[in-house]
T-cell receptor
Framework: GAVVSQHPSRVICKSGTSVKIECRSLDFQATTMFWYRQFPKQSLMLMATSNEGSKATYEQGVEKDKFLINHASLTLSTLTVTSAHPEDSSFYIC?????????????FGPGTRLTVL | DAKTTQPNSMESNEEEPVHLPCNHS???????IHWYRQLPSQGPEYVIH???SNVNNRMASLAIAEDRKSSTLILHRATLRDAAVYYCILPNAGNMLTFGGGTRLMVKP
C-alpha cells in the first residue's frame, strides 16, 4: 500500500523558534498534499492544501506567514511553523493523494507531535 | 459539502462483528463515501470507499443503502487493534476531507 512518512515524529522546542516538519510519499508521486492539525480530544482540522510547484492554499483562519508550506517535488512537502508559541503545540499530520490513483484516497503520515515550551 | 452524521461512540466485544452506521442524507449523485480510522496517537488510515455498490476489502465491508443516504462499515470480527475513531467522509470536489467527530469504537476483550 501507499506509504507516507513524516519527520520528525516528535519535537520539543522553545517559544520563538521555528520548526520544520517533512512529509514524504515513499512509493508514489503526490501532486497534492494536505496538512492537518489535531488538538487533544478533537478531530483533524485541515490547515492547507499543498500543490507541487505552486503556492499552498490555506484554510480560513490559518496564517500563511506563520505556517510556511513548500512542495518542491512530487514526493516531499514541508511545513515550517515559524516563531512557534505554546498555543501551536499540536499533532500535525500530512496526507498525500496518489497522482496515478483512480480514486480520491488520501494516505496519511503518522503525525508529528509538536510541543512548544 | 455533504455532511455526515455518526454516533459518538460504540462498544463491541472482541471476535464479534461490528456495524458502524453513517447518515449522509444530503449526498449528491457523484459523492463517494470514504471511511478512515485513526488509532490513538497515529495518523488516520484509509479503510474503504464506495459509490453505489457494496464493497469488500481485507479490512472491512461497506454496505451502502439503495438511496445512498446512509452506509454501514462492517468489521467482521473485531479485535482489540480495531479500537479507534472511525470517520465517514464525503470528499468534496477538491478532494478535501472534512473530519467530523467520528465514532469511537471500543472493543472489549
Amino acid at each position: 500500500g501507499a506509504v507516507v512518512s513524516q519527520h520528525p515524529s516528535r519535537v520539543i522546542c522553545k517559544s520563538g523558534t521555528s520548526v520544520k516538519i517533512e512529509c514524504r510519499s515513499l512509493d508514489f508521486q503526490a501532486t497534492t498534499m494536505f496538512w492537518y492539525r489535531q488538538f487533544p480530544k478533537q478531530s483533524l482540522m485541515l490547515m492547507a492544501t499543498s500543490n507541487e510547484g505552486s503556492k499552498a492554499t490555506y484554510e480560513q483562519g490559518v496564517e500563511k506567514d506563520k505556517f510556511l508550506i513548500n512542495h518542491a517535488s512530487l514526493t516531499l512537502s514541508t511545513l515550517t511553523v515559524t516563531s512557534a508559541h505554546p498555543e501551536d503545540s499540536s499533532f500535525y499530520i500530512c496526507s498525500a493523494r496518489d497522482r496515478a490513483g483512480r480514486t480520491d484516497t488520501q494516505y496519511f503520515g503518522p503525525g508529528t507531535r509538536l510541543t512548544v515550551l | 459539502d455533504a455532511k455526515t452524521t455518526q454516533p459518538n461512540s460504540m462498544e463491541s466485544n472482541e471476535e464479534e462483528p461490528v456495524h458502524l452506521p453513517c447518515n449522509h442524507s444530503t449526498i449528491s449523485g457523484t459523492d463517494y463515501i470514504h471511511w478512515y480510522r485513526q488509532l490513538p496517537s497515529q495518523g488516520p488510515e484509509y479503510v474503504i470507499h464506495g459509490l453505489t455498490s457494496n464493497v469488500n476489502n481485507r479490512m472491512a465491508s461497506l454496505a451502502i443503502a439503495e438511496d445512498r443516504k446512509s452506509s454501514t462499515l462492517i468489521l467482521h470480527r473485531a479485535t482489540l487493534r480495531d479500537a479507534a475513531v472511525y470517520y465517514c467522509i464525503l470528499p468534496n470536489a477538491g478532494n478535501m476531507l472534512t473530519f467530523g467527530g467520528g465514532t469511537r469504537l471500543m472493543v472489549k476483550p
